[in-house]
């Protein structure tokens, strides 16, 4: 294909022109005939007996429909919203589950949990009707800092401790002996704060029903429209898949908050029925800080230890994650599955074990959020990586680079159940420090300590597994469902291509991406190829887009679904041209036998009109396909970060940052880098700005733009990004995935420059100027 | 939102008279603040009488040694006034850091000083420029105009005018800001005239105040080292998320002497 619109051409995102200039259509841009307003009643509380809830008085305001409470959709047989990875504790004993109603029934567990649905003919109403809905609590003990929850008597009803599982991965007492025999042991104690996801686009949804059919539809703010039908369909019930419809048109955003099924647009669904007309609820920003899944959140203490020549031979790492009141989606996969296998990182440290206690807490549920679980793993490695280096007087790349696995150890199995497939860390980790000036960092050290400011540089080579992932191994390690996903290419009758994807883009650029992967695979115009995503009733089925799986699952699908379409096009070309299909070539859009060319269009039209045709083959040129990886994808790469702490103020400039990532094969480098960019901002936002932080009432303090600090545009440097590559070995594209990588790799690198420049390692995230003064200070 | 009463009144004495007889009336200024309490429904007034048209509160002036500016001007415009940046070009740069474009293009001067946030810019400009804070009923000395948290000399249906602020020989503001919010956690403005030095400070206590330690030791020398020692304003600090009342001190003394290195330079 062209090299304007192929593999590996920056091509322009063809989505951004409706998106910048206001003409996306995202959920709550839609309105239907009959539509009403849904508002949700949150608990004041973060954890209380529900005693009484009276709506008596708001049913009384004028265009009030309806009031919902945990007792009706419980009396309706609603079912409990599901977590869909089931973690044993290291006994072999399940995990243990609290129950989760998308109504609290009997009691409310965090701050903004919902307990109540109000439904009237404005929004203005609902809000009112919603302020006069009196409901009695008794207010209860809350549990809520992370460290302190497994010993805390349980906050629910039932359960015996607030611990959901006790996981281990690693053999623990060869990690012992070599910890025992090791000549340095470098010990860490970290913590992985608390985050808010913040999409720009607020979740809401759109429900109807239809009396007639008996179908519901609902419109929504998902990444994964197939697996929340699913989920409603058969966890819920609210009605079977061919009785549901789910849409996940334009999507400001997820970072992982869309992925899970939550209670708003459950109870919407369900009520749109039972009020016999549609609802409409958008979150308000305050409802997102409240009710979205919040992230990280991990406590840990962690031993590595090193031989006489600075070789890693053991890590041990016991971590506490806070999994809030109920157990999320992928709550409980992500500080076990998508953490301890990562804490191999880029290193050949034999012996690894990991324990990770899973805590329940009144706080809002904790799940997956951009790198889940790695940013985790990562921090823990490279942060005691870098300590190791000060502490045993080590260059802290050339440590690193001792250790790493070596281009020739490939495929790489490491102790903690992982095959890395392929990489080259050491061409990443040559490149960024090139690129960082390594060489000069003393000469701008002092020049900004004559400015009064201390200035540190540290390292980050991160690991990652994406592509998510093997059904079979998935299933194997508690997963409910597979991890394939699915794609169809429909060749029209004069040629045009329609791209049906089971992943869905909510900012990643797939409608552009996919299509430059499809046109240059069938050789057709990039402008002839259309892709369509995020709705059950068009896409036979999908997993959705999350773990950066988007390119290496489904791209590899619609690879699958192309080359049943050369195959059967080949068959009709042969056909055509009296030619055995052995000795039919496909090249650059057309089918070749001898000095005869027809091309794909040529022969699609063929396959709808079939005068001329085999007559063993169906008309028509549609392909399905399903992908289902044979391994996760190892994206890798060499971070490293300068900050400058200033003396007077404490406060943190992040000045230089470089970014080498290994992706594999790049589709389209522009959108990688934008990825790149923004991971990297949400990275620097978790070290340097952002932390959700609850009082010891469990009353979030930090529920608004006010409190809670996101990053903006000059907290961070100009990045420089570049890639090294090597193939991933498994996926036709030789794909690995970048959404998360700038997030995974960030943190760690910024803050081992914070305590390179401060001279000590005890600093948390996120590296606030008051905390810096304080460390500056000795206070 | 709930619903309310929209005015527009085109005289000073209709828009108090609008606010006599309201039952729960708010002038509206800008509104960057009324608003979004507004919109929380932490504030539901019954009528909202809308400043926009009155002409008495428009207009910047530079006349001898004052710069007189309309209550209703908006921050991008003092920001951007030539009068403003030729006379005390520190309060244009003041202006300039409030906020964002929107606030900016939006919010005034006068719905600023009336509303006392003890994180607004303004008020520390109000203080070491000796503004007198004209109102439709009086005149105001900005030294006598600030309370406490959100109060003010206003009183309830009095509406301000216009802000006289002395026109200084050298002039410097300084902010700390708050890393989510970007109001002031700190904001010091330090101005000279003529070896008399005056500082006001915004964001530290419940509201704005001066700093008189400060104002004598750089009345003595005006030199950054002067402040190093210098006794903090006797206010109780603001504590908060993100600046102990310990700190917030300590950063009162670094913008103030930050402010001052400005002044030296610029002399």
């Not at chain 2, 004052?66 to 003092?78: M, N, P």
Request: a negative charge; one cysteine or more; glycine letters at 10%.
């Amino acid at each position: 294909m062209s090299a304007e619109t192929g593999i590996g051409a920056a091509v322009k995102r063809r989505e951004d022109l409706r998106f910048i200039t206001g003409r996306g259509t995202y959920t709550d841009d839609l309105n239907v005939p009959g539509q009403t307003y849904g508002v949700f009643l949150r608990s004041p509380y973060a954890r209380a007996k529900i005693n009484a809830i009276d709506a008596a008085q708001a049913l009384q305001v004028e265009g009030a429909l309806a009031v919902f409470t945990g007792q009706d959709t419980a009396a309706a047989g609603l079912g409990d919203l599901p977590c869909g990875w089931l973690v044993k504790s290291k006994d072999g004993s399940d995990m243990v589950s609290a129950p989760h109603p998308p109504l609290a029934v009997s009691q409310v567990n965090y701050v903004g949990e919902p307990f109540g649905l109000v439904v009237a003919e404005s929004l203005a109403a609902a809000r009112e009707a919603a302020e006069l809905v009196a409901a009695d609590f008794e207010e209860l003990t809350p549990v809520v800092a992370t460290a302190e929850a497994a010993q805390a008597s349980p906050i629910h009803e039932g359960l015996e401790a607030n611990l959901a599982y006790d996981w281990e991965l690693g053999d623990e007492a060869a990690t012992d002996a070599a910890l025992a025999a090791a000549a340095h042991v470098t010990r860490l104690d970290l913590t992985n704060n608390r985050l808010i996801p913040n999409a720009i686009e607020p979740r809401a949804a759109l429900a109807t029903f239809d009396p007639a059919s008996g179908e519901y539809e609902l419109r929504t703010t998902s990444q994964n429209p197939h697996l929340e039908r699913l989920v409603l369909s058969a966890f819920v019930q609210i009605a079977p898949e061919h009785k549901l419809r789910v849409v996940a048109p334009d999507v400001g955003g997820g970072f992982g908050s869309k992925i899970f099924v939550y209670a708003e647009e459950t109870v919407v669904t369900w009520a749109a029925a039972k009020v016999g007309r549609p609802i409409k609820w958008t979150a308000e920003r305050s409802e997102s800080f409240l009710a979205d899944a919040h992230a990280r959140d991990h406590v840990t203490h962690a031993e590595l230890g090193l031989d006489e020549a600075g070789r890693f031979t053991a890590l041990k790492v016991r971590t506490t994650a806070n999994l809030g009141a109920y157990l999320s989606l992928f709550g409980s996969s992500v500080p076990t599955f998508l953490y301890g296998t990562l804490l191999a990182g880029q290193y050949k440290t034999p012996n690894i074990h990991v324990q990770t206690h899973g805590v329940y807490t009144n706080t809002a549920p904790v799940d997956a959020y951009r790198g889940a679980g790695r940013p985790e793993a990562t921090f823990v490695v490279e942060r005691i990586v870098e300590a190791a280096a000060r502490e045993t007087g080590r260059d802290p790349a050339e440590l690193r680079r001792l250790n790493m696995i070596e281009p020739g150890d490939f495929p790489y199995e490491t102790p903690v159940a992982l095959v890395y497939d392929t990489g080259n860390y050491q061409a990443s980790l040559d490149r960024a420090l090139q690129l960082a000036d390594y060489g000069g960092f003393k000469q701008r050290r002092a020049a900004s300590e004559a400015e009064g400011k201390r200035r540190g540089i540290g390292f980050s080579c991160y690991i990652e597994a994406c592509g998510l992932a093997p059904s079979q191994l998935a299933i194997q390690l508690g997963a409910g469902v597979g991890l394939y996903e699915s794609g169809e290419i429909r060749i029209n009758p004069t040629g045009s291509v329609t791209v049906f994807t089971g992943s869905h883009s909510h900012g990643q650029g797939h409608e552009t991406t996919f299509a430059q992967v499809v046109s240059d695979k069938l050789g057709v115009p990039f402008d002839d190829v259309e892709v369509v995503h995020g709705d059950t009733g068009r896409v036979e089925f999908g997993l959705g887009t999350y773990g950066s799986r988007s390119l290496a699952v489904g791209g590899s699908a619609l690879i699958s679904a192309a080359d049943k379409i050369i195959a059967k096009g080949t068959r009709i070309a042969a056909h055509m041209m009296q030619a055995e299909p052995d000795n039919v070539a496909f090249e650059a859009g057309a089918f070749i036998s001898g000095n005869q060319r027809l091309t794909l269009q040529e022969v699609a039209f063929a396959s709808y009109v079939p005068a001329d045709y085999p007559p063993d083959l169906e008309p028509g040129l549609s392909e399905k396909a399903f992908y289902d990886p044979e391994n996760f994808t190892y994206p890798a790469g060499a971070h490293i970060a300068e900050v400058e702490v200033d003396e007077a103020t404490g406060v943190v400039q992040l000045v230089n940052f470089v970014a080498v990532d290994d992706f594999g094969q790049i589709i389209n480098p522009m959108i990688v880098d934008g990825q790149v960019h923004g991971g990297l901002a949400q990275g620097a936002g978790q070290a340097l700005l952002e932390h959700g932080i609850y009082d010891a009432d469990g009353q979030l303090t930090t529920g608004s733009y006010m409190d809670y600090c996101m990053p903006r545009a000059d907290d961070v440097p100009d990045f420089t990004v570049d890639t090294t590559v090597t193939p991933c070995t498994h996926n036709p594209l030789g794909v690995k995935g970048c959404g998360e990588a700038g997030a995974i790799g960030s943190p760690a690198a910024i803050i081992n420059a914070v305590t390179d420049a401060l001279g000590t390692e005890d600093v948390a995230m996120p590296a606030t100027p008051e905390q810096m003064w304080r460390k500056l200070r000795g206070l | 939102m709930d619903a309310f009463n929209y005015h527009k009144p085109s005289s000073l004495a209709e828009a108090v008279a609008l606010h006599r007889d309201a039952e729960d009336p708010a002038y509206l200024s800008g509104g960057h603040t009324l608003l979004p309490t507004m919109t929380q429904r932490l504030a539901t007034p019954s009528d909202l009488i809308d400043l926009e048209g009155l002409t008495e509160l428009t207009g910047i002036a530079a006349e001898g040694r004052t710069l007189s500016i309309g209550a209703f001007t908006r921050h991008a415009e003092v920001a951007a006034s030539a009068e403003v940046r030729s006379t005390v070009p520190a309060l244009a740069d003041l202006a300039e850091g409030i906020g964002d474009a929107q606030v900016r293009n939006r919010g005034t001067i006068g719905g600023s000083l009336a509303n006392s946030d003890p994180s607004a810019d303004y008020p520390a400009a109000a203080l070491a420029l000796n503004a007198v804070i004209r109102t439709d009923r009086r005149q105001i000395a900005a030294d006598d105009y600030f309370r406490g948290l959100f109060e003010t000399a206003l009183e309830e249906d009095e509406i301000i005018t216009r802000i006289d602020f002395a026109i200084p020989s050298c002039a410097a503001y300084e902010k700390f800001p708050n890393p989510a919010s970007r109001y002031a956690t700190v904001g010091v403005m330090v101005a000279d005239f003529n070896g008399t030095v005056r500082v006001g400070v915004t964001g530290a206590g419940p509201c704005a105040c001066r700093a008189p330690a400060f104002e004598a030791a750089l009345s003595a020398r005006v030199d950054p080292a002067a402040l190093d020692d210098a006794e903090l304003p006797a206010i109780d600090f603001n504590s908060d998320l993100h600046a102990s009342a310990e700190y917030r001190a300590h950063l009162v003394r670094v913008m103030a002497q930050r402010a001052t290195a400005r002044l030296v330079e610029a002399s």
